[in-house]
């Protein structure tokens, strides 16, 4: 009789283990999560090989050519689409870089204005990466920002000032809204939209926003401009007087403008970690509640199937390096706009412990669902115990840390801004290997935008 | 009893699981002349065909009546009427909709037969060739001039501006929409005619 209780007991073990390696598997091989889809992507913009950073983002978002946008941009794909866009704008393509962030930034926004009550339960129940993506400030400011420079480039104040007006809604919804203040991305944004309007002949407006350049350490190469504007308009303000204090506006003469802006390196971006819990509550337990921490060591007591899956912060890349920029064979003096790694990684500071309790909270979860499987086959069923732990292996499998960023937004932004006599001029801008270089016509009162974004 | 329930839930939890994994899938590409719902939803808050025939609808029943049109109906010859891009001071690319509006306009005012319309590739070409090849875009400051240049007595051009906010659960943007026909000799407004158009997401 016992005999006979255990085959049959073996007999559908093995059915219940092979139904659940069928099950499983293709999760646990497929949901490497979003670093994982993009890991081609890095290596090949490690070698310095944009073109094929292209064609393997293309190959993640199934489409055919940089030109094709995924039929599906609600999700994940629109953070691959924002990927996509940069490295066009290191490219050199504009127009498609430029489609590639309109059709991110309307996705992005949506997923934001999507998330719900059920996204924060998914993330603490299921899956680090079942919520909808909510895009970090800086993210969202920096859309509008290389956008903005995308249209400069083209010559088409029209869309620049679109993009300076979407840049301006967000900077107001985090001021007003969610009392976020002075992202260091608006330091470059504003540049952008102050030359943008200076340029459209909006003087007041250019003014405005040169002063809340000003606010930001750098962007010196505003002083001559704030000079040359202001008679011409009637906004001030205490920085924009400090400007003023004691300089003579410059005269006229027969010179033309170019703006030059080099990003380098890469953000970090975030990788997936899986340590086991009595790790995780040493490196973790000022982050955790003193009643999860309980469950949680009570957890570790057990030693069986207890790993918490998490992302973190991979370093950057090229922040050190310093960038070129040579104008007929003279070096012009580029000052930093911005640090975005560092932006990065302040805002990681501020969700770093709210992740990690919610991992330790999937974990928590996890144990009770199996306790719950225990419970419902009997406390001495050998069924149930194997179905408990096949359960908890099951969602730590499917549990897949979110390691969604935009990855390819560049370490740090450099600008500078130079007149030149009318003629023709050789530009060389170069940075970590990557170079362009550029014939440009200069005449009176002209204006041009040379960029430069290696994402190596 | 007991074995049977939990032999029943193992039995069930792969196939709920694979169900859950295939959720969501599967897209098809729709005509619209099959299913005229499709362009029923608003999809963002950028214009779409039906915000720019409410408003063209509105915009153009309001300029048959006008005493402009009265004029244009009784000149003989019909005056020459130039067609310019319409201002976009909004936070939205909405040029090539824009473009549409203008395009509907057009083919308005033609089909009235009250009018000449210039055709807006010699347009582009005048634009050219008042701005310098470098700054190729339309100037509204320069509207007059590039009407004078082609031979157009009045021209038809228009304003959109937007109030666009964002709070934690929405974003709204509120259009305003500028129509009118100016005088390109005096500069006098004609006719101008106002519609509001307002998109959001939430």
Same mark, same amino acid.
């Given at each position: 009789?016992?005999?006979?209780?255990?085959?049959?007991?073996?007999?559908?073990?093995?059915?219940?283990?092979?139904?659940?390696?069928?099950?499983?598997?293709?999760?646990?091989?497929?949901?490497?999560?979003?670093?994982?889809?993009?890991?081609?992507?890095?290596?090949?913009?490690?070698?310095?090989?944009?073109?094929?950073?292209?064609?393997?983002?293309?190959?993640?978002?199934?489409?055919?050519?940089?030109?094709?946008?995924?039929?599906?941009?609600?999700?994940?794909?629109?953070?691959?689409?924002?990927?996509?866009?940069?490295?066009?704008?290191?490219?050199?393509?504009?127009?498609?870089?430029?489609?590639?962030?309109?059709?991110?930034?309307?996705?992005?926004?949506?997923?934001?204005?999507?998330?719900?009550?059920?996204?924060?339960?998914?993330?603490?129940?299921?899956?680090?990466?079942?919520?909808?993506?909510?895009?970090?400030?800086?993210?969202?400011?920096?859309?509008?920002?290389?956008?903005?420079?995308?249209?400069?480039?083209?010559?088409?104040?029209?869309?620049?000032?679109?993009?300076?007006?979407?840049?301006?809604?967000?900077?107001?919804?985090?001021?007003?809204?969610?009392?976020?203040?002075?992202?260091?991305?608006?330091?470059?944004?504003?540049?952008?939209?102050?030359?943008?309007?200076?340029?459209?002949?909006?003087?007041?407006?250019?003014?405005?926003?040169?002063?809340?350049?000003?606010?930001?350490?750098?962007?010196?190469?505003?002083?001559?401009?704030?000079?040359?504007?202001?008679?011409?308009?009637?906004?001030?303000?205490?920085?924009?007087?400090?400007?003023?204090?004691?300089?003579?506006?410059?005269?006229?003469?027969?010179?033309?403008?170019?703006?030059?802006?080099?990003?380098?390196?890469?953000?970090?971006?975030?990788?997936?970690?899986?340590?086991?819990?009595?790790?995780?509550?040493?490196?973790?337990?000022?982050?955790?509640?003193?009643?999860?921490?309980?469950?949680?060591?009570?957890?570790?007591?057990?030693?069986?199937?207890?790993?918490?899956?998490?992302?973190?912060?991979?370093?950057?890349?090229?922040?050190?390096?310093?960038?070129?920029?040579?104008?007929?064979?003279?070096?012009?003096?580029?000052?930093?706009?911005?640090?975005?790694?560092?932006?990065?990684?302040?805002?990681?500071?501020?969700?770093?412990?709210?992740?990690?309790?919610?991992?330790?909270?999937?974990?928590?979860?996890?144990?009770?669902?199996?306790?719950?499987?225990?419970?419902?086959?009997?406390?001495?069923?050998?069924?149930?115990?194997?179905?408990?732990?096949?359960?908890?292996?099951?969602?730590?499998?499917?549990?897949?840390?979110?390691?969604?960023?935009?990855?390819?937004?560049?370490?740090?932004?450099?600008?500078?801004?130079?007149?030149?006599?009318?003629?023709?001029?050789?530009?060389?801008?170069?940075?970590?290997?990557?170079?362009?270089?550029?014939?440009?016509?200069?005449?009176?009162?002209?204006?041009?935008?040379?960029?430069?974004?290696?994402?190596? | 009893?007991?074995?049977?329930?939990?032999?029943?839930?193992?039995?069930?939890?792969?196939?709920?699981?694979?169900?859950?994994?295939?959720?969501?899938?599967?897209?098809?590409?729709?005509?619209?002349?099959?299913?005229?719902?499709?362009?029923?939803?608003?999809?963002?808050?950028?214009?779409?065909?039906?915000?720019?025939?409410?408003?063209?609808?509105?915009?153009?029943?309001?300029?048959?009546?006008?005493?402009?049109?009265?004029?244009?109906?009784?000149?003989?010859?019909?005056?020459?009427?130039?067609?310019?891009?319409?201002?976009?001071?909004?936070?939205?690319?909405?040029?090539?909709?824009?473009?549409?509006?203008?395009?509907?306009?057009?083919?308005?005012?033609?089909?009235?037969?009250?009018?000449?319309?210039?055709?807006?590739?010699?347009?582009?070409?005048?634009?050219?060739?008042?701005?310098?090849?470098?700054? %190729? %875009?339309?100037?509204?400051?320069?509207?007059?001039?590039?009407?004078?240049?082609?031979?157009?007595?009045?021209?038809?051009?228009?304003?959109?501006?937007?109030?666009?906010?964002?709070?934690?659960?929405?974003?709204?943007?509120?259009?305003?929409?500028?129509?009118?026909?100016?005088?390109?000799?005096?500069?006098?407004?004609?006719?101008?005619?106002?519609?509001?158009?307002?998109?959001?997401?939430?």
């Amino acid at each position: 009789m016992r005999s006979r209780l255990l085959e049959t007991g073996g007999r559908h073990l093995q059915r219940f283990a092979a139904a659940l390696a069928l099950v499983v598997t293709p999760w646990v091989v497929g949901c490497g999560g979003h670093e994982a889809r993009t890991l081609k992507m890095r290596t090949a913009l490690d070698a310095g090989n944009a073109k094929a950073a292209i064609e393997a983002v293309n190959e993640e978002l199934d489409v055919k050519s940089g030109k094709d946008l995924p039929k599906d941009i609600k999700g994940d794909n629109a953070i691959l689409v924002l990927d996509r866009a940069s490295i066009q704008q290191g490219l050199i393509d504009f127009p498609l870089s430029k489609q590639d962030f309109e059709a991110a930034d309307k996705s992005i926004d949506m997923l934001d204005l999507a998330r719900n009550a059920g996204d924060s339960i998914g993330e603490y129940v299921f899956s680090g990466s079942s919520g909808r993506y909510q895009a970090p400030p800086y993210e969202k400011l920096m859309i509008n920002t290389l956008n903005m420079l995308n249209y400069l480039e083209t010559r088409d104040l029209n869309g620049a000032r679109i993009e300076a007006r979407r840049l301006s809604v967000m900077q107001k919804y985090y001021r007003d809204t969610l009392d976020k203040k002075d992202n260091p991305v608006l330091g470059l944004g504003s540049l952008l939209a102050g030359f943008t309007y200076e340029k459209s002949g909006e003087v007041d407006e250019a003014l405005r926003y040169y002063d809340e350049a000003l606010a930001f350490t750098g962007f010196q190469t505003i002083g001559e401009s704030v000079r040359r504007l202001a008679p011409l308009g009637s906004y001030r303000s205490p920085r924009i007087a400090a400007v003023l204090k004691g300089e003579e506006k410059p005269g006229d003469d027969d010179t033309g403008e170019v703006l030059f802006v080099v990003g380098y390196g890469r953000v970090a971006h975030k990788i997936s970690n899986r340590i086991p819990i009595g790790l995780a509550l040493t490196y973790f337990s000022g982050a955790i509640s003193p009643n999860d921490r309980v469950a949680a060591n009570k957890i570790a007591a057990q030693g069986l199937v207890t790993w918490v899956n998490f992302p973190s912060l991979a370093p950057g890349r090229g922040k050190w390096d310093i960038p070129s920029c040579r104008l007929d064979n003279e070096y012009v003096q580029l000052e930093e706009a911005v640090d975005v790694d560092t932006q990065v990684r302040e805002e990681w500071k501020k969700i770093e412990g709210k992740i990690i309790v919610s991992a330790i909270t999937r974990l928590i979860a996890r144990f009770a669902v199996g306790q719950g499987i225990q419970a419902a086959a009997g406390k001495d069923s050998v069924i149930g115990l194997v179905a408990s732990l096949g359960a908890q292996a099951t969602l730590t499998a499917l549990d897949t840390p979110d390691t969604r960023s935009w990855e390819t937004l560049p370490a740090r932004i450099a600008v500078a801004r130079v007149r030149l006599p009318a003629g023709r001029h050789r530009v060389v801008v170069d940075a970590r290997g990557w170079a362009r270089t550029q014939e440009i016509a200069v005449e009176k009162g002209s204006w041009q935008v040379v960029s430069l974004m290696a994402l190596r | 009893m007991k074995l049977r329930f939990t032999r029943r839930s193992f039995a069930a939890l792969p196939f709920a699981l694979l169900t859950l994994n295939t959720l969501g899938c599967g897209k098809e590409v729709v005509r619209g002349s099959n299913d005229p719902s499709i362009d029923n939803n608003a999809l963002s808050t950028g214009l779409d065909k039906d915000d720019i025939q409410r408003a063209l609808k509105e915009t153009l029943n309001n300029l048959r009546a006008a005493p402009v049109m009265n004029e244009w109906r009784s000149t003989n010859p019909p005056p020459n009427v130039a067609i310019f891009p319409i201002q976009n001071s909004t936070s939205e690319h909405i040029d090539s909709m824009l473009d549409a509006l203008l395009g509907e306009a057009e083919s308005w005012l033609v089909e009235s037969g009250t009018v000449q319309v210039i055709s807006r590739e010699r347009q582009t070409q005048m634009i050219r060739e008042v701005e310098g090849q470098q700054t %190729a %875009a339309f100037n509204p400051a320069h509207a007059a001039k590039y009407g004078k240049q082609l031979g157009a007595k009045y021209f038809i051009t228009g304003k959109i501006s937007g109030n666009d906010e964002r709070s934690e659960d929405m974003r709204r943007v509120q259009y305003f929409l500028f129509l009118q026909v100016i005088d390109v000799e005096t500069s006098a407004i004609k006719w101008q005619r106002k519609t509001y158009i307002t998109k959001a997401i939430k």
